[in-house]
C-alpha cells in the first residue's frame, strides 16, 4: 500500500501500533495524503479510546500512530490542487494534500504530538484554536515560537483536556496563508458520557471558507479583504458540497466553525435545531433555544443539534443569498423592469459577443449556458429533479430517509414525494388582478432604471 492508494477502497482505517517496528517508531510517522474531494466515510478508532467518529463534508479524518500511549499524527503544509466543484480546481496551499487538511479526532484526556512538515514557499506554524495547551505549543510564530522555517519540521505536543469542537490554522502570515485555503477541523470527544455533551447518530462538521479567484484563473488574490467571490464549505462551491445523508428518526450534529472574513447565518429547512456548544465547550442548558437559522461570526464555531424526523431533501444553506452564489455576481446592474427588445440585435452588429442578463431577474441565468472562462463555475448552478436550483456557494441538503441504513452516509438520490404533498399549479379560473397604471400612458406601471453600458465599472 503507497501513500497514495491508501484510501482507495472504502477501508478507511487507522495505522495499527503493532505493525510498526521500534526503529520506525523513531523516525517521523509516514504522511497519509489524500488525492480526492469527496467526502471520506467516518475513521473508525483502531487504537486508543473508542468514541463515535464524525463524517467531514468533503474531508476526511487523519490517521495516527500510538507511540508509547501517544497519538502521533503527521501534518504537511503544502500546495494543493482543490476540486472546488466539478469543473473548476484552484491552486490552493492546504494540508496533506487537500485543503482544508483532514479533521485530527481525539479523545479528552489523549496526549497528542503532531509533527508539521512545511512544504510551503514560505515560513508557516499552526495554532490550535480553543485549545488548552502550554503557551509554547499555542503555535504564534514570533510570539509563542519560531516560525517554522521552509522544508523543516515542528513537533507540537499537548493533552487535548477539553472535549468539543476545535480547528486548527497557521498563525504567520495568516492572510495570505488562510486566503490560500490552510486550516483544518479537531474533534475532541468526550472520555465518558457528559451531561451536556449528546451522543447522536450522525456527526458531521465542516469549516465555512472563501476565496477571490477571478473567473478564468485558479490561484486566490490573497490581498482581498471583504470581497470574495467563492463561498465555500471545505473548499467546495455547490454542486460540489455533498449532501448530508441520514436515517429518519437520527439524532444528528452538526459543527461548523468559520474561518472567512465575515458572518454566515446558518440555515435548516423543515427542522428546529439547538445551538448545544461552541468552542468555548458545551453551552449549559438555559443557554439553549429551538432556531432555524444560527448566526456564526467570524472565529466562531457552532454544535446544531436536532431530530430528523421529517423525511425529504431539506435545504441547508448561508442565508445570504449572494453566499449562494458562483463568481461574476459581482457588478452586474439592476435590469429588472428594462424593456430590451429590439436592442440586443442591434447592439450584437456593434458587440458580437453582447448578451442581455437580468431583464426578468436573474433566475434565467441558471439555465443559460453562459460563454465561461476555463476553470470557472457558473454563477448559478446545480441542478435538482425539478430543473436549476439557481444556486452554488454554501448550500447543500440534508437528505432524511426512512430506509437508510445506520451507519451509511451513502446518497439515497432525490426524494419522491408522495401524493397530494407537493405544491401545484391552480388549474381553474383565477380572479382578475386589479393594478394601478401610470398616468396619462394606458401603460401598466413599472419601475425603469437607465443604465450607461460599463457605468458600474467607472468607480473601480
Ligand atoms: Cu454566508
Known amino acids: 500500500m503507497n501513500r497514495r492508494n491508501f484510501f482507495s477502497g472504502a477501508a478507511l482505517t487507522a495505522v495499527a501500533a503493532a505493525s510498526v517496528s521500534k526503529v520506525a517508531l ?37 490517521p495516527w500512530r500510538m507511540n508509547n500511549g501517544v497519538k502521533e499524527f503527521h501534518l504537511v503544509a503544502e500546495p494543493v490542487v482543490r476540486e ?28 497528542v504530538r503532531i509533527f508539521v512538515t512545511n512544504k510551503l514557499p514560505e515560513h508557516t506554524s499552526v495554532h490550535w484554536h480553543g485549545q488548552r495547551l502550554p503557551n509554547g505549543m499555542d503555535g504564534v510564530s514570533g510570539l509563542t515560537q519560531p516560525w517554522i522555517p521552509v522544508g523543516k519540521t515542528f513537533v507540537y505536543e499537548f493533552v487535548a483536556r477539553r472535549p468539543g469542537t476545535f480547528m486548527y490554522h497557521p498563525h504567520a502570515d495568516e492572510m495570505t496563508q488562510m486566503a490560500m485555503g490552510m486550516m483544518g477541523f479537531w474533534v475532541t470527544h468526550p ?20 476565496f477571490d479567484i477571478e473567473p478564468g484563473s485558479a490561484t486566490p488574490k490573497i490581498n482581498t479583504m471583504l470581497d470574495f467571490n467563492l463561498w465555500t464549505w471545505n473548499s467546495r462551491a455547490f454542486p460540489g458540497i455533498d449532501s448530508l445523508n441520514v436515517r429518519l428518526g437520527d439524532k444528528v450534529r452538526i459543527r461548523v466553525g468559520n474561518l472567512t472574513m465575515t458572518n454566515h447565518p446558518i440555515h435548516l429547512h423543515g427542522h428546529e435545531f439547538v445551538v448545544t456548544g461552541s468552542d468555548g465547550g458545551p453551552w449549559p442548558q438555559a443557554a ?3 432556531e432555524v437559522t444560527t ?64 431583464e426578468r431577474g436573474m433566475a434565467d ?26 444556486m452554488g456557494g454554501m448550500f447543500s441538503t440534508l437528505k432524511v430517509r426512512r430506509h437508510q441504513k ?39 406601471a413599472v ?7 460599463n457605468s458600474h465599472l467607472q468607480h473601480h
Open 26 to 62: 523513531a523516525a517521523l510517522p509516514e504522511p497519509v495524503l489524500m488525492d480526492k474531494p469527496d467526502t471520506a466515510p467516518p475513521l473508525h478508532p483502531e487504537s486508543g479510546r473508542p468514541y463515535n467518529p464524525v463524517v467531514t463534508l468533503n474531508g476526511w479524518t487523519l
Open 84 to 111: 472546488i466543484a466539478p469543473g473548476m480546481r484552484a491552486h490552493l496551499w492546504g494540508y496533506n494534500g487537500q485543503s482544508p487538511g483532514p479533521t485530527i479526532e481525539v479523545v479528552e484526556g489523549d496526549r
Open 191 to 210: 472520555k465518558t458520557k457528559h451531561p451536556l455533551i449528546s451522543e447522536v447518530q450522525r456527526d458531521f462538521c465542516f469549516l465555512l471558507n472563501a
Open 288 to 290: 439553549r433555544a429551538p
Open 295 to 358: 448566526d456564526v461570526a467570524v472565529g466562531q464555531m457552532r454544535q446544531l443539534e436536532f431530530v430528523a424526523d421529517e423525511e425529504g431533501d431539506w435545504a441547508f444553506h448561508c442565508h445570504k443569498s449572494h453566499h449562494t452564489m458562483n463568481p461574476m455576481g459581482h457588478n452586474v446592474p439592476t435590469m429588472i423592469g428594462v424593456d430590451h427588445r429590439g436592442l440586443v440585435s442591434k447592439l450584437q452588429k456593434l458587440v458580437p459577443d453582447y448578451m442581455l442578463m437580468g
Open 365 to 390: 441565468m441558471g439555465e443559460m449556458e453562459m460563454p465561461l472562462p476555463d476553470n470557472t463555475l457558473p454563477m448559478m448552478t446545480g441542478t435538482g429533479p425539478y430543473g436549476p436550483l439557481e
Open 406 to 444: 445506520a451507519g451509511d452516509y451513502s446518497d439515497p438520490g432525490w426524494y419522491a414525494q408522495p401524493a397530494g404533498t407537493q405544491a401545484y399549479e391552480w388549474l381553474d379560473e383565477a380572479p382578475a388582478t386589479p393594478r394601478a397604471a401610470a398616468p396619462d400612458s394606458g401603460q401598466p
Open 447 to 453: 419601475e425603469l432604471k437607465a443604465v450607461k453600458p
